[in-house]
């Protein structure tokens, strides 16, 4: 089944404790992307990467890292969780190309304390 | 900087009548798209329209484009109960990385 997986679903953590999430898809998409979701902001693009190696910040990268060493996973890295990165995370895949839609994995909620 | 602003925020409708929601944009775009989100799960991509085309259908779907306005709309045909949900338009840019970025969604409820 063709999906993007997201681990680990939910996280409970302190702050300044580092955290990584996980994202892998197994669709062999060239394109993929984080996004963190807050209530009445909708959607904000953190990173997103277009290949191996290649990243490129988003609209809300501070406090976060990404790597794309392997074209199926994603990681998101926070290096030093704070509260204000408390949030619902997406990672999502999509072929290159202008013309095709993204899949969303299952979202990971965050909490730092 | 977010795309995509939808219109209305919420939206509360009784099942069998139509929904619509209106999406405006900013900049110039290669296509838009429609996602449509459950509580607190992923999304969903419901429908993609190209720059080119001014309407598309897909199912009870039907989304229009007007370019010159920079707005969408997606119109639902007789809802149903099922249909609530958070819906989203996504704008890709031109000259952009072609990854769409979101707006803040209309939440849609649909009473039986």
């Known amino acids: 089944e063709a999906q993007v997986t997201q681990n680990p679903r939910y996280l409970i953590t302190v702050t300044g404790k580092k955290l990584t999430v996980t994202c892998s898809q197994n669709m062999n998409h060239e394109y993929m992307s984080w996004y963190r979701q807050d209530p009445g902001l909708g959607l904000r693009q953190i990173y997103y990467s277009m290949n191996v190696e290649v990243t490129d910040k988003g609209d809300v990268p501070e406090g976060y890292k990404v790597s794309r060493k392997e074209k199926r996973n994603f990681p998101l890295i926070l290096e030093s969780p704070s509260p204000n990165q408390t949030s619902l995370y997406f990672c999502?895949?999509?072929?290159?190309?202008?013309?095709?839609?993204?899949?969303f994995g299952p979202g990971t909620r965050l909490t730092v304390t | 900087s977010q795309q995509g602003e939808e219109d209305p925020q919420a939206l509360s409708i009784q099942e069998g009548e139509n929904a619509t929601m209106n999406c405006s944009y900013k900049t110039s775009i290669n296509n838009l798209q429609w996602y449509r989100q459950n509580s607190g799960r992923g999304l969903v991509h419901l429908i993609l329209i190209r720059s080119n085309e001014r309407e598309k259908h897909s199912g009870r779907l039907r989304v229009t484009l007007d370019t010159s306005k920079k707005s969408s709309s997606l119109l639902i045909t007789a809802s149903r109960a099922a249909d609530t949900a958070s819906y989203f338009c996504a704008t890709a840019s031109t000259g952009g990385s072609y990854i769409p970025t979101f707006g803040r969604g209309t939440s849609l409820i649909v009473h039986p």
């Open positions: 999502a895949s999509r072929d290159s190309g202008v013309y095709y839609e993204q899949y």
